[in-house]
């Protein structure tokens, strides 16, 4: 079955095209500045030529159009039809209490991602767009929903109220909801294969730290704690984002510079994290370079994203009072040599032990990056949440052809 994953955002769309007999990536790809001058198609077959084409591309029903057309291109396609394509998957950031898993997509499911809107304003709407692009392009193909809240669905009460009134939960459903998700699932399933040891027996600590940021503690397979809250805003300094801060900052700022809610939220979501405190860049590519280089701010950025990675990673491991594996993933994660190092050397009241040469290994394995002495293993694990969209696709679409023969 080939399977088409889409992750659109209010002015992109992503795409990764699978052949799920054997988990191939066929083509993948990216369509940005949908709705702007000059938008850009890039693509990229498997083993082929790169292409990109810039044209003008006003909405998401004509990104998913061109899109189909490269995907059957006589050059550049990797299909001779686009009926070959079978089944869609998409990402989908909030899922809310509705759903505890992915979901094919039926007019209750869309009613339900509607409702959502209001709480994921930002996101939710521009997901709900590459659904309805999809149906329009491709109508009778079966359409799934893959949510980044899911896996968290599992958290207890007591991890995922606030303590404030009872009422706003029962009114607005004001809770922790978390995110990446798939992410966190995916990584963990990784690392009990790769250490052979079963799931259920392991406490893990998931870091996917990327633009965006979480930790998750998973405990018996299930996420009990996760970083990010009602919103991905909460928790871990991110790129541009605050995250932790005391909420009486927020009415204390608005008042004082006589904000809006749309400024304040722009300035906490746009204008903080590494960015602000370094005032270089929200790169963590950038903030590294200028430590290096003794320059001041980028290292007060470092430092305070360190030390606060690090406060979340003790703060689980007294959740789960212990830890046996610490996973890092994402961009920063998978990536960054000096991030992992800094973490790690400052646990050691846990028994955390990273070599050094291993840590300094670049690979796209999951591989390991503790000592045979550490009594935590510290793990890298490439994420791959298309993956995970593209394996719950297959699994809910195979379930309703069988159901439905
Ligand atoms: P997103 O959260 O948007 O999915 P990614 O997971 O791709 O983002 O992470 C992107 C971030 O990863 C970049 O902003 C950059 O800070 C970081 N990154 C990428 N490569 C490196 C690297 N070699 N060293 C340090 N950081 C890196």
Redesign the pocket.
Known sequence: MKILVINAGSSSLKYQLYDMTTEAVLAKGLVERIGMDSSILNHEPTGGQEISEVSEILEHTTAIRKVLDMLVHKEHGVLQSVDEIQAVGHRVVHGGEAFKGSAIVTQEAKSEIRRLFDLAPLHNPACMMGISAAEINMPNVPQVVVFDTAFHQTMPEKAYLYAIPRVLYKKYRVRRYGFHGTSHYYVSQKAAEFLNRPLEDLKIITCHI???GSLTAIQNGESVDTSMGLTPLEGLMM?TRSGDLDPAVVPFVMNKEDLTINEVNSMLNKHSGLLAISGVS????DI?DGMAAGEPNSTLAFEMYEYRLRKYIGSYAAAMNGVDVIVFT???GE??VVVRQRVCENLSYLGVDVDEALNAVRSREPRRISTANSKVEVLVIPTNEELVIARDTFRLVQEQNSTNS
């Open positions: 990327g633009n965006g790129g929200s790169d963590m590519r590294t994402a961009g920063v990536n960054s």
